[in-house]
């Protein structure tokens, strides 16, 4: 297992394409976040799963963005008619989450995908 | 809510002097605190958690729920020390998100 893989790396794309991002967890991780970053700011909560469920998402978040993990296993976030507001970092991290375990919010990160909107 | 509070930007001290990153912190349950580190071109990792009460890389960080805080402390600098640090909470019991400060770049001068 070599951590949480995110791809592509770093995407360019023209205003009002849509995009997509992957996230793969570590293999025994139930959980899965995804948090955007822009410069000079901490990560910002988007959403998150337990399992496929789709537990909580940001208010922030507009219906242009929407995330699945339809198996439990990988995610993908989507953004539809990007804008230049939505350059960033894409950050996806997992965590393992048994009830009563102590190590349910320790996150792990992957590397990120940057989104550049032109 | 839950918010944090990270009122530094940037801090900047000598190798070998104390350094004290803080954190405060909104939540109206039960609290669960972290501090992550970023290194240069590398990911955000977990540093420590204040229900492992260790210290870690020499850093340490005490709970405080009378001031709400959760200060990052260590008492001699290193170079390599030089970060970003970023402040998350989340609720008690496994089923809440994690929420971060805006962070705060330590620089360690020479």
């Known amino acids: 297992d070599t951590g949480v893989s995110q791809d592509p790396r770093h995407k360019i794309t023209k205003r009002g394409q849509n995009v997509t991002f992957r996230c793969d967890p570590i293999s025994e991780h139930n959980r899965l976040y995804w948090y955007r970053q822009t410069l000079g700011q901490g990560p910002e909560f988007l959403t998150y799963f337990q399992n496929e469920a789709q537990l909580e998402k940001s208010r922030l978040l507009s219906d242009r963005f929407s995330a699945e993990r339809p198996k439990g296993s990988f995610s993908t976030l989507e953004i539809q008619r990007t804008e230049q507001g939505d350059s960033a970092m894409y950050l996806c991290?997992?965590?393992?989450?048994?009830?009563?375990?102590?190590?349910?919010?320790?996150?792990?990160f992957g590397a990120g995908s940057r989104l550049t909107v032109l | 809510a839950q918010r944090v509070t990270q009122p530094e930007k940037l801090l900047s001290v000598f190798k070998g002097a104390p350094v004290e990153l803080k954190c405060n912190y909104s939540y109206s349950g039960s609290p669960e605190l972290f501090w992550y580190v970023q290194y240069s071109r590398q990911r955000l990792q977990l540093l420590l958690r204040h229900i492992s009460r260790e210290s870690i890389k020499g850093f340490t960080a005490d709970l405080n729920k009378g001031e709400t805080s959760f200060h990052l402390k260590k008492p001699f600098a290193q170079e390599e020390d030089s970060a970003m640090y970023y402040c998350a909470l989340s609720g008690a019991g496994g089923y809440q998100k994690v929420t971060f400060g805006t962070g705060t770049k330590l620089q360690v001068i020479p």
């Open positions: 991290a997992s965590s393992s989450q048994r009830q009563g375990a102590s190590g349910a919010n320790v996150l792990t």
